[in-house]
Each structure stands twice: as C-alpha cells, then as structure tokens.
C-alpha cells in the first residue's frame, strides 16, 4: 500500500520539467504531495524523493520541494543521507515557496503563563519583582527535557541547555550585575600560579565588594560567567559554596588559567536576580519557569529549545536548501558532513546555543545568509587534505553575520576556515565579543569582507586571527574593510593577527579605519603587508621580534607541528621552499617579511621591535598623507600623485561587502554607522 501512495505522488507531482512535491503545515502525509494536496511533514517529502529516484528518474532531471509558508516544528533532526544525493547538473532543491516565512523549529512554544503563586514559587523572589514576573509549568505542557546549565571541559566550551526565546529574540538568564561584570577584589585560594610576572591561584576562593551574596544563599545551580584570568579566556564555573559574612565565593571546578584580582566576572542561573525585563529562570527541580518579558507584557510568541540539530546532511552531494529559517536549537543548526557540492543558500539563522553551519566535506557553499543572535557563532568550514595540499573548496559567500558569540564569547567566530582552499568573502560581520574570523590551514580565500564592531568584549584579540604554526601558509586577506574595532574597554585589540610565529601569509589591498595595531605580526616571518590603506590606526602596523624573547620557549612545539608535514618533498617543497631552510635560519627571528606599499593617513605608522627591525623589509610605504572620503559609504581616496609614486593599486570599495542577488536572504541590508551606535 505504502509503495502503491508513493508512486501516486510521484504521478500527480510531475510536471512538464521537473518533478515537483509540496509540504505545508495544514498537509497530510497521506496526501500525494500536490500544490492542491501537500504534504505535512519533511520526513514525508524526503521519502517521495527517494521513491522517485527509484521508480526511474531520468539522469539529470530536476527534483524540488516547494515548503509553503509556516512553522515545522521539528522532533527530531532531519536527516539526508547518500540516497538522498543529487547530480551536479541537477541538485534536489529543498527550498521555501515564497509568500512568507518557513520556520523549522528545534523547541517548543511555551502557553500557560500565570502568576507565581504560593511561598515555594515566591520565596527566592525579589519582593519588587513579583507584580512582573510570570510562571509557567512546562512539565505541564509536555516539556520534560530541561537540559542542563554546567561549566563544559574547559574554558570557552560550555554549551547552554534549554533557553528562552520571546519574540523571537533571546532572553536572558537571570543575572547579577544586570548588565557589565564585578571586579575580584581579592584572591583567596591556596594553590598560587604565576604567568610571566601576572600572579593569582589556581583554586577559585574569591572576594568581591558587595552585601549581594546573602540573596544567593539556598540557590541550587548558582553560576558565574567571567575572565578570570586573562582578558581573552572566559569560562563559566559552579559557584560551590557562598559565605555572605566574608562576602567570599568558592567557584568549581579550578580555571585552566587561574583566577587574578581586578578581573571580571558576573553571576547568573538565579532566581533571586530575576529582577529586570528580559531575565528568566528555570526552576529544573519543579519544571517551572520564571520570566519577566520586556515592557512587562507577556502577549507574544514564548519558545523553549529542546531539539541539539535541526537538520544533518551526511555523505550527501548536490542538494540545495533555499530560503528557509533555522531556529531554536540548543547546539549547531545545520550540519553538512561528508559529501560533496552542497548548497545553502538565502537561508535565516537565529537563536541557536551554538553554531548556525558546521560543513565538512568538499565545494559546499553557505551563501547570502542572515546569521544572528547564535550561542557561539556562524559558519565553521572544514575542508581540503593539508599533506596533498589539495583543496577543499568550501566557500562562506555574501553572509550577514552578527550579534553571535552570545554565550561562549571567546574563538567563536562568524567564519572559520579550517583545511586547505577555502573561502569567506563578500560577508558583512559586526557587532561581537571577539574574532570575526578564524583560520587554521593553508591557502584560504579571506577577501572582500566588512567588518566592524567586533572584539567588544576581550583584549588581545584580533578580527582576524590565527597563530602558532609555521606551516599554515599561502592564506590570502585581501580587500577587507575593517573599521571601528577598539577591544573592551578601549584597551586596544588587532585587525588582521597573525600571531605567535604565523608565517608566510599575504595582508594585500585591505582598508583599516580606526583599528589599533591594524597589521600584527606576532613574531613570524616571510609574510607580506602590501597596498594596504590605513587610517586613523594607532599603530598601523606592529612587528615583533617575541621568538627572540619572551616566547622562545615556543620553538618546540613549533618544530613539532613543522616536522608532522611533509615539507621536504612536493607538493610543499615546490610550494614553500622557504621551510626546507627554515630550522638552519634562525627560526624563532621574524626574517623576511615585507612591507611594501602602504598609505598610512593620520594616528601613527608603525611600532617595530628594535630587534625585529634589521629583518623587515620596507619600501614605497607613506607614513602620513592626505585621504579624504570618496563615493560611496566607507570608499576613500588618497592623493592620487602620492599613490603614484608609489604604484599603490586601487581599492575595489564597489565590491567590499554584501552584494545583491538572488542568494540573499534579505535586502537592501541597512546598518545604523557604528559610529552613531
């Protein structure tokens, strides 16, 4: 009977081109899947695919699934595997059928709101809180899986369970400070650390000036969210014991790093700080939860995230996802592993605790995408054979990524490149609490990005970043346009890192406004700054010569990572000859790197190492000229006789950052001047 249906919808689902199946959510998985008789459900239309297939689809002939306007809430995560492959003259689309908003949903709507009643549901409430907040049993509802808050393995790896949507846009546990951090006044533990001169202890005994603690006493899952150590490794811990008399927490597990006075940290998962709009508590022993929504009025849509993966393609090739909504989710959204030539396409991600697209495999594409409000951050692509040195031709194209990071603030970036031949280019990223973009490997594609805003919550951090291997070479940055980037608290961050050694990369053609340390090299060699624009940067440029110094205990590991690549024969000898001298040539000196090229208007050139210097090379470079705006948003000239003389190459400003086309998901993409923010 069931094959019987299955050929029916594919009989009445052709057309005279292509054949076409229907999902709605008013369907009925027993329909044949017709415009007039869709189907209801993902899982249905994915087996009509497949009895096509098998009833003798012709080499070639295209296969879409129309999804109508509407939310499909999703039970469990939607699976393609290698039967449900395309062919790369004919890629099965799964794609929205316009008119409105396709929502697949990880969570759970949540009704049934009412008053705390009772001294159980209001004891640990501030008593000025109480005519605000609201209650609602999700056990109840049929809601049983309430997650878990917890410190992960290690810094920056925590993961946050269940959480509350409300009108769409995340909600916020409830804290203390409501907003910003508290200062350690005093370490107190018994284990002392000392790194390079900066001393703390290791166990999290800590003091902070406050009469705040006696509030927490009797909470069950108190939390704190801080960096403890450095400004750059936040980790969320247990707050194992409270004593309000000495105004002293005990935090667990111990940090990686330690704990040192006049760091930052906040406390959260509290009931008794439910105490401002837009916080919201879980009571996990009881199944309720507690939420105080914004302008104090609970009419709106209210969703838990229960489901971890909304949708897995594994091993599976030439299928398209065109214009649907991601939501909802407590970990990554969308996850592409293995296959080939997938395509992603004009798609919102939104509210997920971790990363909207992790792909793995060769040629996917994540393109013209809203990304925003993610637990860690956007597109991760991993791809390419490093010891081949053969590709993998993973592109992050013409992405709107922004306000992510949201609950691992540090190494989560809007785009990271992981492997060999991948690319990030035309995406427009801003406002985050760290990197925008990471990576890792060789010969990677980062150009054409803007970038601004971002590194708003950690220092020493770098737009964009990577460090610590001599062997990840031939990586490209170009005709980026990196602008408003200050680090927490104006203490100073970095454009481009190439940090702890990083070498043989290419800083070509890119735009730096008002970035401090605009170009970084941490130490490494043969890497090139050229044609660059810089303006209003203090310092445009810095160069240091730390393998000489403080981090020449490094040159072990380094070596290691050096001698895991066959770097003496091709592919790498021919394509990095530079390597098979490298350990007879001083290998801890920053030796041949060039800058060549560069107009520096306004703030300050450069800050060189005296010891790094005799080893830079420079030329044609204009420390201070005269630039003025030009055209349009974020285009500028210099004076075009000094630019000749130097043979300084146009910027392509019409082609920086987000481009019209069909793949867009949104358009025009309007963003307020950071300037004005």
């Known amino acids: 009977m069931g094959q019987a249906i299955g050929f029916l919808a594919v009989a009445c689902a052709l057309t005279a081109r292509a054949a076409v199946f229907h999902v709605a959510s008013k369907g009925d998985d027993k329909n044949p899947g017709t415009a007039e008789r869709p189907f209801a459900s993902l899982e249905r239309a994915r087996e009509a695919v497949r009895e096509f297939k098998r009833a003798g689809a012709e080499p070639g002939e295209k296969i879409e699934v129309l999804i109508h306007p509407g939310v499909y809430r999703l039970r469990q995560t939607w699976t393609l595997g ?10 099965i689309v799964y794609r929205a059928a316009g008119g409105g908003e396709v929502r697949l949903l990880g969570g759970a709507f949540v009704t049934g709101w009412r008053r705390p009643a009772g001294p159980e549901e209001t004891k640990r409430l501030d008593p000025a809180a109480r005519a605000h907040v609201w209650a609602a049993d999700l056990r109840a509802q049929g809601i049983e899986d309430l997650g878990r808050m917890e410190p992960g393995p290690g810094w920056g790896q925590s993961k946050p369970g269940l959480e509350l949507f409300f009108r769409r846009r995340p909600m916020t546990p409830a804290r203390w400070p409501n907003e910003g951090f508290v200062r350690i006044a005093e370490v107190l533990g018994k284990k002392p650390v000392n790194v390079r001169g900066r001393k703390g202890t290791r166990d999290g005994i800590i003091r902070i000036q406050s009469d705040r603690l006696a509030r927490w006493v009797g909470e069950p899952e108190l939390m704190a969210h801080g960096f403890w150590f450095w400004d750059w490794a936040d980790q969320r811990l247990r707050v194992a014991s409270v004593d309000p008399a000495r105004n002293v927490l005990t935090l667990a597990p111990e940090h990686h790093y330690g704990f040192h006075k006049g760091q930052w940290f906040y406390v959260y998962n509290a009931l008794s700080e439910l105490d401002a709009p837009g916080e919201w508590h879980l009571d996990r022993q009881r199944g309720l939860l507690y939420f105080w929504p914004p302008q104090d009025n609970i009419r709106g849509e209210a969703m838990v995230s229960l489901l971890e993966t909304l949708v897995s393609l594994r091993d599976v090739s030439h299928v398209t996802l065109r214009g649907l909504t991601f939501e909802a989710g407590r970990g990554t959204l969308l996850r592409i592993e293995g296959g080939a030539s997938n395509r992603v396409a004009a798609c919102v991600f939104r509210n997920g605790g971790s990363f909207a697209v992790r792909a793995a495999g060769r040629g996917h594409t994540v393109a013209g995408c809203d990304i925003f409000d993610m637990g860690d951050g956007g597109i991760v692509l991993s791809g390419g054979d490093r010891r081949t040195l053969t590709p993998g031709g993973l592109k992050a194209l013409n992405n709107h990524i922004h306000h992510y990071a949201r609950w691992n603030p540090v190494y989560k970036g ?9 690319t990030a280019a035309h995406n427009l990223i801003h406002h985050a609490p760290h990197s925008a973009i990471f990576f890792s490997g060789n010969e990677h594609r980062i150009e054409y990005n803007e970038i601004y ?5 950690s220092n020493d951090a770098g737009a964009i970043y990577a460090g610590r291997d001599w062997t990840m070479r031939g990586n490209v940055i170009r005709h980026n346009y990196l602008h408003h980037i200050y680090g927490f608290e104006g203490r100073g961050c970095v454009g481009v890192y190439l940090d702890d050694q990083l070498s043989g990369e290419a800083i070509v053609g890119n735009v730096f406004w008002q970035v401090p340390r605009a170009a970084f090299i941490g130490g490494g060699r043969d890497n090139l700054v050229a044609n660059n624009l810089f303006i209003d940067c203090r310092p ?24 895991r690549m066959p770097y003496k024969r091709p592919p790498w000898s021919e394509r990095y000859p530079e390597l098979l001298r490298l350990l007879e040539d ?12 560069n107009i520096c208007a306004g703030g300050r050139w450069e800050e060189v190492e005296s010891k790094a210097r005799p080893y830079v090379y420079f030329a044609n470079n204009i420390a201070n000229a005269p630039i003025e705006k030009a055209g349009r948003p974020g285009a500028w000239q210099a004076d075009p ?8 190459e146009p910027i392509p400003f019409e082609r920086i950052g987000l481009q019209p086309g069909p793949d867009r998901a949104s358009w025009p993409v309007r963003a307020q001047p950071p300037e004005l923010r």
Not at 453 to 457: G, I, K, L
């Open 82 to 91: 290698p039967e449900d492959s395309g062919a790369p003259e004919a890629p």
């Open 414 to 422: 809007a785009v990271a490149l992981n492997g060999v031949g991948n």
């Open 453 to 457: 805003s971002v590194c708003r919550q």
């Open 540 to 563: 445009a440029l810095h160069i240091d010569a730390r393998g000489l110094g403080w981090a020449a205990s490094g040159r072990k590991g380094l070596t290691q990572k050096l001698e």
């Open 586 to 597: 001083e290998p801890m000196a920053p030796k041949d790197n060039r800058v060549v090229r």
């Open 641 to 648: 006789e000094l630019a000749r003389q130097i043979r300084f």
